[in-house]
């Protein structure tokens, strides 16, 4: 069975601070990786996906960046913290296709002060 | 603009009752997928529906391609169900998924 693991799971940071969230999926071979990010209140939105190692897109510019070293592992990150980063942040898997679903982490709680 | 349109915002209901939540998409969509988001914030798919009309329990999913909606009926609502359910579709760059800003859901005793 596919399983999709976040860390950490809450994280208070200082503005101006780097970050780094990590997810790694295990049980599947070459996933489709997504990060998302939700404000408090806000609307889920998509940051970034990724169909194979090392090819990251963006979807929408919040200064931050993704990577992904490893087939299985995820990695966003900045080297400065806004307010404007605090929020939800959820990771997610599909396989390849239109028609795929997708399975989400637990995501990490992130709050910027 | 906002590519996903959900609605109502919030329901009210009684135990028993039946709930329809609605999506409208402004663009065309390749797939569309229910999830269930907990008070803590993750997200547990309740019904993945490309396309046309599945049932599973108490839950009853519709999605019309052409018309660009998709619906989650709720039969004979249960405090269990209470939370917020939001839809989200796969646009033409199917790697991108777009999310509604959910339906809020109480259901009372």
């Known amino acids: 069975a596919q399983t999709i693991h976040q860390w950490p799971v809450a994280e208070i940071k200082a503005v101006g601070s780097p970050l780094s969230l990590g997810c790694t999926i295990k049980g599947k071979s070459s996933p489709n990786l997504y990060w998302y990010w939700q404000a408090t209140g806000g609307t889920l939105q998509q940051l970034f996906y990724?169909?194979?190692?090392?090819?990251v897109e963006s979807v929408v510019q919040l200064n931050l960046s993704a990577s992904r070293p490893k087939d299985d592992q995820f990695i966003l990150s900045t080297e400065k913290l806004l307010l404007s980063h605090s929020g939800f942040y959820l990771c997610a898997w599909s396989l390849t296709g239109p028609n795929e679903r997708l399975f989400f982490g637990h995501g990490t709680k992130l709050s910027v002060l | 603009g906002q590519q996903v349109q959900q609605s109502p915002t919030s329901l009210v209901l009684q135990e028993g009752e039946n709930a329809e939540l609605q999506c409208n998409f402004s663009t065309s969509l390749n797939s569309m997928q229910w999830f269930y988001q907990r008070p803590g914030g993750s997200l547990i798919s309740v019904f993945y529906?490309?396309?046309g009309t599945k049932q599973s329990g108490r839950l009853t999913s519709t999605t019309v391609i052409k018309e660009r909606r998709s619906s989650l009926h709720i039969s004979s609502s249960q405090i269990t169900d209470s939370g917020t359910y939001l839809c989200?579709?796969?646009?033409?760059?199917?790697?991108?998924?777009?999310f509604g800003s959910g339906t809020k859901l109480t259901v009372e005793p």
């Open positions: 990724s169909i194979t190692v090392g090819q």
């Open positions: 529906n490309p396309s």
């Open positions: 989200a579709m796969r646009g033409s760059n199917y790697n991108v998924l777009y």
